[in-house]
């Protein structure tokens, strides 16, 4: 009675448990086993374990400007959600209920379309002959297009796109809890509508907004379909190069070394982020 | 012309009018409650002094100063709001020091107010906390020190008491009147408690259905209610219907229930009113000195008094008796009971008929 007792908790999650395992972690520590194999174009993946591939990553200029890339790419996004998800998060607090579930709606719209539909949509208006340019053109506003397909910014702007609702819910959830009379308060002080969103409002949005950014910035640095639709052959990231260590130069080992790589950096910073938040914010909000 | 003066204030939202032609006149250093149940208009009224909602017509003049056109930001008065509406990510301090920071006042001059503030309601030993840390009690403080610090010239109290317990409540009232004061500003404070508005203001002003009622002291308003609503919601009081004989300079003569009574003498035309006495009127005594015979359907005890229920032939009573540790009279018992015909009110039928 007793050890069943004790057992019933191992027993309920038992399932979710197996799921983690089948599809999380071995998956992940194969990966990991993976990245220390080393690889021969004759001979393909050898048995045998060494620090070869990391080695090779750290010491090729290549492989640290797709980092740098991916990184810059994922914290523009972040900071381009930031500074449009805030305010629209407040503005969408702040609307009548019905007008405010309709452009919920809006918001989240990005998320229930597929990303491939939705990032040839983003082609199709960000190319040489696409509308932007096409319309820019009629305008007489620019002789030649703009190069926006292909390009770091052309990427950012489609993942600001779809990271922004994150952002928004995130934001949403922390400034839900606040007592909206402190914001009459505020004014009643003396506070111009300016000061009271940057005084009362943005502090009391902070936790979402650095909750927000950590999403935003983890699934921006590991996208795979905006960037390798956009980015094209030229303009590579880590997830679209491990993709192409795969399976065009069938390197697994190489590419299981860029995955854990990614894995590891965006661990550190996500914990790292983590602490600072919980630092700054703790015993300040209920 | 008075400091605070309300003038013809309407607010209608759409087809319905939750403010209605309400004119109101306050002295400096008055502390006056807005008193009514919920959905009264008093919340409404206060959010239009406070500017953060605009009359559909009226004027609002304070100190010789039409706030009509001004926002709130520049209206420089202090609100308590019923949440308190701390800054939640600011300690004490600097919750209280927002108001003087927005005014532009800084250094020595900020903190001396800053402490003079603290100081007026006891939470100077506090200052470095942030609200989460505080009881209710104490954030109820912290508000009214941000509110006062910036020297309004009318504090507005938004049922600033109605979130803590009831032994807090009565110390917390005894406290907001002495900081009312020691300050001596100008106060107007909303409240559906009428104990609340009873022990704190200098004039009680009660409000039914978006209009002002009856306006007087507690004691005038408690003594002299103008219709049978303001009776029952300021205390409790044993309305009955009747039926007004006559009434001349020896008072009043009245059927209630075809039992004689008489009351003081009235303004009214003979017929149907309403009778209001109030419970602790009423006294339970000998046989020989009674009016009326009664039984006791219940009574509570309410440790410093009893509150009977009586059945007598002119209707159901309430009757309350201050505990005198003596045995009182048990439910099935019959009784005699008493009052002084000067007790009575006698109230028009309907309230639409007050003047």
């Not at chain 1, 910014?153 to 007592?179: E, S």
């Not at chain 1, 009391?204 to 927000?212: E, K, T």
């Not at chain 2, 402490?115 to 403080?141: C, E, I, T, W, Y």
Request: net charge neutral.
């Amino acid at each position: 009675m007793n050890r069943l007792a004790s057992a019933k908790p191992w027993l309920l999650s038992g399932p979710a448990l197996l799921l983690f395992l089948v599809f999380l972690l071995i998956p992940l520590v194969m990966t990991f086993l993976l990245s220390f194999n080393s690889f021969s174009f004759y001979g393909g993946i050898e048995e045998s374990y060494g620090l070869g591939n990391y080695i090779e990553i750290l010491s090729d200029s290549y492989f640290y400007e797709i980092f740098l890339r991916t990184f810059l790419i994922a914290l523009g996004t972040t900071i381009l959600c930031v500074l449009l998800g805030v305010p629209e998060a407040y503005i969408l607090l702040r609307m009548r209920p019905f007008a405010r579930s309709l452009m919920l709606l809006v918001v989240l719209g990005p998320l229930l379309i597929s990303v491939v539909v939705r990032t040839l949509g983003w082609s199709i208006l960000l190319g040489n002959k696409g509308v932007i340019n096409e319309f820019l053109i009629r305008l007489d506003l620019i002789s030649s297009p703009v190069k926006m397909l292909y390009t770091s910014g052309g990427i950012v702007v489609a993942l600001v796109h779809v990271m922004i609702p994150f952002m928004i819910i995130a934001v949403w959830a922390a400034l839900q809890r606040r007592d909206a009379s402190a914001e009459q308060a505020a004014e009643s002080l003396g506070a111009s509508p300016v000061k009271v969103f940057t005084r009362i409002v943005l502090p009391q949005a902070m936790p979402g907004i650095l909750s927000g950014s950590l999403i935003v910035f983890s699934l921006s640095a590991s996208a795979f379909a905006t960037p390798a639709i956009l980015g094209g052959r030229r303009i590579k990231v880590i997830s679209t190069t491990v993709y192409d260590e795969f399976l065009n130069t069938l390197n697994w080992p190489l590419g299981a070394a860029i995955a854990v790589l990614l894995l590891v950096s965006v661990l550190v910073i996500m914990l790292s982020w983590n602490r600072l938040v919980e630092k700054r914010y703790s015993g300040v909000f209920e | 012309m008075s400091f605070l003066e309300i003038k013809a204030l309407t607010k209608r939202f759409f087809d319905m009018t939750a403010v209605d032609d309400f004119s109101l006149s306050v002295e400096r250093g008055e502390f006056v409650s807005l008193l009514g149940p919920s959905g009264c208009g008093k919340t409404t009224t206060l959010q239009m002094i406070a500017g953060f909602e605009d009359p559909s017509s009226g004027s609002i003049i304070l100190n010789g100063r039409n706030l009509s056109k001004v926002p709130a930001r520049k209206r420089g008065l202090g609100i308590v709001f019923q949440t308190y509406a701390l800054f939640p990510h600011m300690t004490v301090e600097q919750n209280v020091a927002f108001g003087l920071e927005m005014r532009g006042i800084s250094g020595d001059d900020r903190r001396q107010k800053i402490a003079n503030a603290l100081d007026l309601v006891k939470l100077s030993h506090l200052a470095k906390r942030f609200p989460k840390a505080m009881s209710g009690g104490q954030r109820q403080r912290v508000a009214l020190a941000r509110a006062l610090v910036i020297e309004p010239e009318l504090l507005l109290l938004d049922e600033p008491l109605s979130n803590l317990d009831a032994k807090l409540r009565e110390e917390m009232q005894l406290e907001l009147r002495r900081i009312q004061q020691d300050a001596g500003v100008t106060t107007l404070l909303v409240t559906h408690d009428q104990s609340e508005a009873m022990a704190l203001s200098d004039r009680i002003a009660v409000m039914q259905n978006g209009r002002l009622m009856q306006i007087g002291t507690p004691f005038d308003t408690y003594e002299s209610p103008k219709s049978s609503f303001i009776s029952n919601f300021l205390g409790k009081s044993n309305c009955l219907d009747a039926r007004l004989i006559s009434t001349g300079d020896d008072g009043a003569k009245l059927d209630v229930n075809g039992i004689q009574i008489t009351g003081p003498a009235v303004n009214l035309l003979p017929g149907k009113v309403l009778i209001s006495l109030r419970p602790e009127r009423i006294d339970i005594v000998d046989s020989a000195e009674g009016v009326l015979p009664a039984r006791v359907l219940e009574r509570i005890f309410l440790g410093d008094q009893w509150l009977f229920r009586l059945e007598t032939t002119i209707g159901n009573l309430l009757v309350v008796r201050r505990n005198r540790g003596r045995r009182e009279a048990e439910p099935g018992e019959t009784v005699h009971i008493a009052w002084l015909p000067e007790h009575l009110r006698i109230l028009p039928q309907s309230q639409e008929n007050v003047a």
